[in-house]
Structure formats: C-alpha cells, structure tokens
C-alpha cells in the first residue's frame, strides 16, 4: 500500500492533476465573470460524458484520434524532435485509408480493413520521414518543414479525393467498401448505435508498444539517448542522423493511424477539407498534458475528448458557450508548462510535510 502512495505522490503525477484542478477553477471563475454557474456547467459536462452509453460510446470516439497524435508527438519529442506535423501526417493517413478502403473491392474482411489501417499508418509515416531526413541531412528544423508539409498535405489530400474518389454532386469521397470498415456493429447496437470501432483498442495497444519499446528496448534507450543528447549519443557510437529518421517515421506512423480510424471506423468516407481539421494539433496539447508518457497520453486524451464532447452538454443545459471549454483547455496546458505557479502553489505543502519529516 505504501509503494502505491509512493507512486501518486510523484511529481510526475501531482504536478498535471494540480494544474487540472487549477485550470478548472480558472475556467469557473471565467463563467462567473460571465454570470453563469459553473457547478451546474460541469454537471452538465459530466451528465453528457457519463449519462448514457452513447455519451459514452462518443466520448471514446472523440479521444481515440487524440491518443494517437498525442503519442505520434510524445515518441517524437523523447527523441529530441518537435513533430508539430502531425496533423498532416493524420490527413495523408485518412487519405491514404479512404483510397484503399475504396478502390479496393472483393477482398475479404480480414485483409481490406488491416491492409487499409497498414496503408494509411505507412503513409503518415512517409510523410513524416521527410522531415525526418531533411533535419538528419541537411540540418533543416523539423518544426519548419512539418509546418509547411501540414498544408501540403491538406490540398493534396483534397486533391486526392477530386480526382480520384469524389461522389458525383457531392463535396465527400464516395464511401468505403464494408470490408474495410472498423466499425464494431454489436457493440455500437448496445451502446445505441454510437460509433465506437476497434481502432480505441489499437489505440491503447499503441501506448502499451510506446512504453515496452521506449523504455525496454534497445533501440528505444537510443532514440532518448539521443533526444538527451546527441552529441554524446554520437560519441557512444549511436547513429543519430538514423535514429532521426527513425523517430519521425514511427511518430508519423502514430498520427497516420489516427487518420485512418476515422475513415475507416467513423465517417466512412473524406469530406473535401475547407480547413485543417485540427486533431495533430489538439495531440500536441494531449501529449503535454500527459507529459510525454504514453499512459499520460491515455488520460489526457480522456480529459480532452471528455471535455470537448461534453461542451455540447454545457451549452444545452447551462447555456455556456462551448467556446469556454478551449479556455479551461487553455489553462490546464499553461499551468503544466508554467510548473514554476504549481510549484509556488504546493509549496506550503511540501514545507510542512518536510517539518512533519523532521520531527
């Protein structure tokens, strides 16, 4: 029991549920500024995460692709990058999907819906290995080329479903062939139809990899060797440029994946995108509310998933702008990287169990 204690008492694990907290009473004294009642705004959010097995079966929908960008930017920053291109890796993934998932027809079940996913992960890969190798080889910032490919991505993916899979007089792809869907149907019955899909169960089977590989591997030891510092990485006989390389491609992997369950287990078809739909962006939030960790990654795609489905709640029942969850949102994140106001914060508390030691 004492070890368990232990464990919660880390700072790892005190320092984001403080900054939780401390972004919730943020967000509660905005809405009494705005002369709602936050009591009755977050029951509401509660009401409408937890309040029917469809709530529910929505709310594991809206964080799966928040865990997968949120792990793709966790792999890439404990190798020392900053994968700020994950929402373009999660279109070209959605893309690459919505193409396979489509144009392939007559193949089984068994090997459309794991070809699609395989397509749709390589390819966010790819894509991502090229800001990988132009940082290994020409020295170029990730943070650079990820930005720009991100819209690369957008208009081609566009593209892509013009030329390739539009629905004469509509603005969407046609639809995919069953075969490649990963919609679980028996399970969707029961929740009342909410369109949960296996890709939730990949998603966390990815933070179980994340964690085995990046903290019992070999090869994983090298990529935070090297994310460290790569100086001495490069001394230790490690080759950095490769293990760059390396890291991307797997965090585009991650992200591509994401894309690729929301065609193939939600939507079923791509819509042609007016915007960037944002989920590689709301990862990199997720990922630093979990602290780069992959279970963190889990929670904190909870936390971002519950609360943005259950805006929808607040502002039904309460009358509260959605638009006042992106605040709460907000302030979670800037109270985690501010650490030095959570740390003023526990001070006091820290003093007095240091004395309560000393006696």
Do not use: C
Not at 36 to 61: C, D, H, M, Q, W
Not at 118 to 144: F, M
Not at 186 to 208: D, K, Q
């Amino acid at each position: 029991m004492s070890s368990i204690l232990k464990w919660f008492t880390k700072d790892s694990i005190i320092y984001p549920l403080v900054a939780i907290i401390m972004g919730l009473l943020l967000g509660a004294v905005v809405m009494l500024i705005g002369g709602y009642n936050p009591i009755t705004a977050y029951g509401a959010l509660v009401e409408k995460v937890f309040g029917s097995t469809y709530n529910i079966g929505e709310t594991l929908r809206e964080m799966t692709p928040l865990i997968m960008t949120g792990l793709a930017f966790a792999f890439a920053s404990r190798a020392g990058l900053f994968n700020i291109g994950a929402e373009g890796q999660f279109i070209v993934g959605m893309t690459a999907s919505a193409f396979v998932g489509i144009k392939l027809t007559g193949l089984p079940l068994i090997i459309h819906a794991p070809l699609a996913l395989i397509v749709g992960a390589l390819a966010g890969g790819l894509w991502a290995a090229i800001a990988g190798y132009l940082k290994a080889t020409r020295g170029v910032n990730e943070v650079i080329t990820s930005i720009m490919m991100n819209w690369v991505a957008l208009y081609l993916g566009n593209l892509v479903v013009r030329q390739f899979m539009l629905m004469p007089g509509e603005n969407r792809s046609e639809e995919i062939q069953p075969s490649a869907s990963i919609a679980i149907g028996w399970l969707s019955e029961l929740m009342s139809n909410s369109r949960v899909h296996w890709g939730t169960l990949i998603a966390i089977l990815a933070a179980v990899v994340f964690y085995v590989f990046m903290w019992k591997t070999k090869q994983g030891f090298e990529l935070r060797a090297v994310g460290h510092n790569h100086h001495a990485a490069e001394y230790a006989g490690m080759k950095v440029n490769r293990n760059i390389v390396k890291a991307m491609f797997i965090s585009g992997i991650l992200a591509g994946l994401g894309g690729a369950f929301q065609i193939l287990g939600v939507f079923g078809y791509q819509t042609i995108l007016q915007g960037s739909p944002g989920t590689g962006f709301d990862g990199i939030a997720v990922a630093l509310i979990g602290m780069n960790h992959p279970f963190g990654v889990i929670l904190g795609a909870f936390l971002f998933g519950g609360l943005t489905y259950g805006s929808a709640g607040m502002s039904f029942a309460a009358d509260v702008p959605p638009e006042l969850i992106r605040i709460v949102i907000g302030s979670i994140i800037f109270f985690i990287a501010a650490q030095g106001i959570v740390r003023w914060v526990l001070k006091p508390f820290y003093a007095k169990r240091k004395k309560e030691k000393v006696l």
